[in-house]
């Protein structure tokens, strides 16, 4: 197993010493304000607390004019959020300018949990958050390499009715407190205090910077469990590393959901489990393939209330131990034919399942892509929810070509049904409220009835 460790440049650690003695030679230190501490003969500065949002925000909106208010949508991880405008109601996905913390999804590292929570945190008890372009020019937010984030100083305060003064700089204090180095952050206005920060962080020794194991990460070799272990008691499982066998059962994108039929041993009940593979958007063949029964070693994490499997590999050409292993092929896994009330049963999550005779009673579509949720109901009356993600495109009526469905009406023509194939899914709102919801995974799992 590969461990990824960062380490201090101690080289650096007596020259910064004789910096900080020249420029701070009260050695004032503020731990309580940010949350930081010293060690050893290295005396704290608090960067966060010295460095001010100077932008008006109110009113104003952050996509068109690079400044303005939002509140928090979700938390993603230690260095990406979900926020909504205050002004617009819009949804922004935001990745944070001049940090990149340890990995938390796709893959787990060490550090990137810590890291998610400090973030989450952070976000979560601020009265007032303000996202703020590079730029102090009024003009649009630029977007990241992805094109789907965009690029954003995260500025938080937690009074009532802030001044400018009372806002701190989530990005900056990410470094600070050692979840991450300053990166790409040379030609920004906040280059100085984030280079100053880094190198106390290194200097501290701390997290990232530290030889110490992070104790929310799992260092051992994986344990070997199955699908119904892992579904029956996911408290166990999360955030270890383990391996399991399963068969491909429905792909999208470069993901996919492997099912497995189980007997019981006791009662000798057969049960279908599931589990989401995420591959952190890489192209693995083994899992490309349905029917495809492989081994998988990686880490279980929960996403929306769903299980996962994360921080798997494949390679081949230089084959490691813990890539995933196609054991065979050609296997038959039929998806389980459910009724929407059925479909509110969590043992179902992750399971391939085709429900028919839906007919759309609601929904909405996403502001920022094509994604929609569909409101249904099936000819026994039962609800469940149509998911479609941004990515998936939806045939018409006649089959004649692609019709990205840009409105939820078109799921309610009068006397016509649907049937579905995909992964259910469980999903929790903001509010709280709980629905499941079938994934469609292909255009081809869309069938509407004559």
């Known amino acids: 197993m590969n461990i990824i460790k960062q380490k201090a440049f101690l080289a650096l650690i007596p020259l910064f010493l004789l910096v900080l003695s020249a420029c701070n030679p009260n050695g004032q230190s503020d731990s309580n304000t940010s949350g930081g501490s010293t060690s050893g003969e290295?005396?704290?500065?608090?960067?966060?607390?010295?460095t001010h949002l100077t932008s008006e925000y109110e009113g104003r909106n952050f996509l068109t004019e690079g400044i303005g208010e939002v509140t928090l949508y979700n938390a993603v991880d230690g260095d990406t959020a979900h926020f909504t405008s205050v002004v617009s109601d819009e949804r922004i996905k935001s990745r944070f300018i001049g940090v990149d913390t340890p990995e938390s999804t796709g893959q787990i590292q060490p550090w990137g949990k810590a890291a998610a929570h400090f973030t989450a945190e952070k976000l979560r008890t601020a009265t007032v958050i303000v996202l703020a372009s590079e730029s102090q020019a009024?003009?649009?937010?630029?977007?990241?390499?992805?094109?789907?984030?965009?690029?954003?100083?995260v500025w938080a305060a937690y009074v009532a009715s802030p001044t400018l003064n009372d806002f701190k700089l989530i990005n900056l204090w990410l470094v600070q407190e050692s979840y991450s180095g300053a990166k790409g952050i040379s030609s920004s206005r906040y280059a100085q205090p984030f280079y100053d920060a880094d190198m106390q962080a290194q200097a501290g020794g701390l997290?990232?910077?530290s030889d110490d194991p992070d104790p929310d990460f799992y260092y051992g070799e994986a344990f070997l469990t199955d699908l119904k272990q892992v579904n029956e008691s996911p408290d166990d499982w999360i955030d270890k590393k383990v391996y399991l066998e399963g068969i491909v059962a429905?792909?999208?994108?470069?993901?996919a959901y492997i099912n497995l039929d189980i007997e019981d041993e006791e009662t000798s009940e057969i049960q279908r489990y599931g589990l989401f593979i995420f591959s952190g958007y890489k192209s693995y063949a083994p899992l490309l393939t349905i029917g495809n029964y492989i081994g998988l070693t990686g880490t279980i994490t929960e996403f929306n209330g769903n299980l996962q499997m994360t921080s798997v590999s494949y390679s081949p050409y230089y084959p490691s131990e813990d890539d995933i292993k196609l054991i065979s092929t050609g296997h038959t896994i039929t998806p389980l034919v459910i009724t929407a009330a059925e479909g509110n049963d969590p043992k179902y999550i992750n399971v391939v399942v085709t429900v028919?005779?839906?007919?759309?009673?609601?929904?909405?579509?996403e502001d920022d892509s094509n994604a929609m949720t569909i409101n249904c109901m099936d000819n026994l009356g039962g609800t469940l929810n149509l998911r479609i993600s941004d990515g998936v495109h939806v045939y018409d009526r006649e089959g004649s070509g692609f019709d990205r469905i840009l409105d939820p009406m078109y799921f309610q023509v009068e006397g016509e049904t649907f049937n579905v194939t995909g992964a259910l899914l469980r999903f929790e709102s903001m509010s709280g409220n709980v629905s499941y919801q079938v994934n469609l995974c292909k255009n081809a799992d869309l069938v509407f009835n004559d």
């Open 42 to 50: 290295v005396e704290f500065i608090d960067y966060v607390a010295q």
């Open 138 to 153: 009024i003009a649009p937010a630029l977007a990241d390499s992805t094109g789907t984030r965009h690029l954003s100083f």
């Open 207 to 209: 997290r990232i910077w």
């Open 250 to 255: 429905k792909t999208i994108s470069t993901d």
């Open 356 to 365: 028919n005779n839906l007919h759309g009673t609601g929904g909405y579509k």
